[in-house]
């Protein structure tokens, strides 16, 4: 089944399974008349297994927060679904072998410490799933569908699961639990840095090089045509991610043919402007 199957068996397994898990489908399942051989249409209709187990909104938290499941389970259960007999402990322990983790703390431990690492560098440092988390290992840590991650979304982490995260730590701190307090102050801060992902003021605003200063985004509002290097760029200035891709925003070759939004026609692309600028320009525009 795997051979030609939801899955693949070249020692990506884990890093397909997480993408199917935070609901990644490919553009064959989703484009119904595109041409396909009939292996290729078989395979499609073999990832249809998958599909029950795809995380609707992209944020999948690695910790149990409002109400879900940990990470780690709702993985098991779709490589389980999708190797079906052949899984067991030993198939995982192979799975982890095959994409290079040979440490001793398993699956949830690959997916809170090195997945994140290992699905940027199979994308050439592009990635499309995202991990945040708040610096400390028993913290708060969860992965996004970047694909979906619009501003709508972001508010859902930040004051749904992060917050429900946070409400947690509160009790936990009244409880006198160890470690409480310190992952509480993690939380917070965490969240700060999102809210001013989500508000956008230099130096976590996004910036695209080739669009006028009236349509750039204001805030986090992402457009995925923009590009991973693009849009990531915010997150790594806020260091929130779990590790850091190479992504530089030096200056381009060549250059353009007109003046663009540093006044020149060089092709630069670690600018800042502010969203009272980008406000003033839109004005001007219209």
């Known amino acids: 089944m795997l051979a030609r199957g939801p899955l693949r068996t070249d020692g990506t397994a884990l890093n397909v399974a997480v993408a199917r898990l935070l609901g990644y489908r490919w553009p064959a399942e989703l484009d119904p008349d595109m041409e396909l051989a009939d292996l290729q249409r078989e395979w499609v209709r073999r990832c249809d297994v998958l599909l029950p187990f795809a995380d609707r909104d992209g944020i999948v938290c690695i910790p149990p927060v409002w109400g879900e499941r940990p990470a780690v389970e709702l993985l098991r259960n779709i490589l389980a679904a999708a190797y079906g007999s052949e899984w067991s402990p030993r198939k995982e322990e192979e799975l982890l072998k095959q994409a290079g983790y040979t440490k001793n703390g398993g699956l949830e431990a690959f997916l809170r410490d090195e997945f994140f690492a290992s699905h940027s560098k199979l994308f050439h440092h592009r990635p499309f799933i995202w991990q945040v988390w708040d610096g400390t290992k028993d913290g708060f840590s969860v992965l996004l569908n970047y694909h979906k991650l619009d501003r709508k979304t972001l508010e859902k982490l930040i004051y749904t699961y992060l917050g429900a995260w946070v409400t947690q730590q509160k009790d936990e701190v009244r409880q006198e639990k160890p470690g409480a307090e310190r992952?509480?102050?993690?939380?917070?801060?965490?969240?700060?840095?999102?809210?001013?992902?989500?508000?956008?003021?230099?130096?976590?605003?996004?910036?695209?090089?080739?669009?006028?200063?009236?349509?750039?985004?204001?805030?986090?509002?992402?457009?995925?045509?923009?590009?991973?290097?693009?849009?990531?760029?915010?997150?790594?200035?806020?260091?929130?991610?779990?590790?850091?891709?190479?992504?530089?925003?030096?200056?381009?070759?060549?250059?353009?043919?007109?003046?663009?939004?540093?006044?020149?026609t060089e092709r630069l692309n670690d600018l800042h402007f502010t969203l009272a600028e980008k406000q003033k320009a839109r004005e001007e525009a219209r």
Request: charged share 30%.
């Open 183 to 264: 992952r509480l102050a993690a939380a917070e801060a965490l969240q700060a840095k999102l809210e001013q992902i989500l508000e956008g003021e230099p130096p976590y605003d996004i910036y695209v090089r080739w669009k006028p200063l009236h349509e750039q985004a204001r805030g986090w509002e992402p457009d995925l045509n923009d590009g991973v290097r693009m849009n990531i760029r915010p997150f790594m200035e806020a260091g929130v991610l779990r590790w850091k891709p190479n992504v530089k925003w030096g200056k381009d070759r060549g250059a353009d043919p007109v003046p663009n939004c540093s006044g020149t």
